[in-house]
């Protein structure tokens, strides 16, 4: 694995964390907390599975279903979805401020999609 992808994956770990601390201080709903966990722990390892030929092996077609999900989940809160829609409210942020926060988590999330989608691909090929 590169060394910058093992920095995001720091990263991105602690984007989870803060996530899951917003999580608790905003008290949002349980299955979006859920969901939250489920996705991120899934999307570490689908990077780690990509650059580790040792478990591409033992991976078939069926294990990139939950990717399927998570990007749709994600595309249509991130495009359609409203902040109030994971129960959230958020004292002191326009809508332009929160449409900006969404714009900002896919942008540093769009990596593990990337990688995702790259070991999606190489799964089908094999």
Do not use: R
């Not at 689908?46 to 991976?59: F, N, S």
């Not at 399927?68 to 326009?94: A, M, Q, R, T």
């Amino acid at each position: 694995m590169p060394i910058f992808m093992k920095i995001y994956m720091l990263l991105f770990i602690l984007l989870l964390i803060s996530n899951l601390i917003f999580h608790f201080k905003y008290k949002m709903k349980l299955v979006f907390f859920v969901y939250e966990i489920f996705s991120a722990i899934y999307m570490i390892f689908v990077m780690i599975a990509y650059w580790t030929p040792l478990i591409i092996e033992k991976l078939n077609f069926v294990s990139i279903i939950p990717l399927i999900f998570i990007l749709v989940i994600d595309i249509y809160f991130s495009i359609w979805g409203k902040v109030e829609d994971l129960g959230l409210k958020i004292p002191g942020l326009s809508a332009h401020e929160q449409e900006t926060a969404k714009i900002i988590s896919i942008l540093f999330t769009s990596p593990a999609y990337i990688v995702g989608l790259l070991l999606a691909f190489e799964l089908i090929s094999i």
